[in-house]
């Protein structure tokens, strides 16, 4: 059962454009969700996230938008540039008080921004 | 402080052979993780510490692996047996859950390969 989804395994844009991730999740327990950011052979390295009683958290180039009703959550780099070519994982979690705060993770986007 | 480091980096062993991998999270990290990650899919999650408690152990994690954090710093997670099936990247993080965080800051992973 995938409970967090990013169904495009890949994405391709201009430099300068926008680039647009997205990411569809299933369960209601979910309040917290997170992008990462992976190059090859290394660990996926932190980007931003987002509580689920906001739904919209900015970090300079990078927006993330939560929509609750629909589960989605979408970033948004912008202007996209060749060095944010990368996997971005979308991941989510339960923040309540006494779990684990394991990551749920999706299976991906490679995203490649062309000069 | 430089972040959570993974030892080895690399591991080529034969099948049936035990190997052990270190993980040195962030030092002021009370929560530390241990994922996998095969081609094509995001981090899984594995077994979690607070502290020097193991807390919670996923079920993809058989009887022929093993975690231990002593003294609530570093981590070994050990494979006994090991199958081709184990071939993979093994992720660890390590979060505080402070301030209303929850993001949890990976290695660069060790990359097992079972021959």
């Known amino acids: 059962d995938q409970q967090v989804k990013q169904n495009s395994p890949s994405l391709s844009v201009q430099e300068g454009r926008i680039s647009i991730l997205n990411c569809d999740y299933t369960?209601?327990?979910?309040?917290?969700f997170l992008w990462y950011k992976k190059y090859p052979a290394e660990g996926p390295t932190f980007l931003i996230s987002?509580?689920?009683?906001?739904d919209k958290n900015e970090d300079g180039r990078f927006t993330v938008f939560l929509n609750k009703s629909a589960k989605h959550l979408s970033l948004h780099i912008v202007p996209s540039q060749p060095g944010d070519s990368a996997v971005y994982f979308c991941?989510?979690?339960?923040?309540?008080?006494?779990?684990?705060?394991?990551?749920?993770f999706g299976q991906g986007t490679t995203l490649q921004v062309k000069p | 402080d430089t972040g959570v480091s993974q030892n080895p980096r690399h591991k080529i062993t034969k099948r049936g052979q035990n190997v052990t991998f270190r993980c040195d999270p962030i030092s002021e990290h009370n929560r530390l993780y241990w994922y996998r990650q095969t081609l094509g899919q995001g981090p899984e999650f594995l077994t979690y510490f607070q502290n020097e408690a193991q807390l919670e152990k996923s079920r993809l994690l058989s009887d022929r692996f093993s975690a231990e954090r002593p003294k609530g710093s570093f981590s070994t997670l050990e494979i006994q047996r090991t199958e081709q099936g184990d071939s993979a990247m093994y992720l660890c993080?390590?979060?505080?859950?402070?301030?209303?965080?929850?993001?949890?800051?990976f290695g660069p992973g060790t990359r097992l390969t079972v021959t």
């Open positions: 991941a989510a979690t339960s923040a309540i008080s006494g779990n684990t705060g394991k990551l749920i």
């Open positions: 369960n209601s327990m979910f309040d917290y």
């Open positions: 987002i509580s689920s009683i906001k």
């Open positions: 993080a390590s979060s505080s859950h402070s301030g209303g965080n929850y993001e949890q800051y």
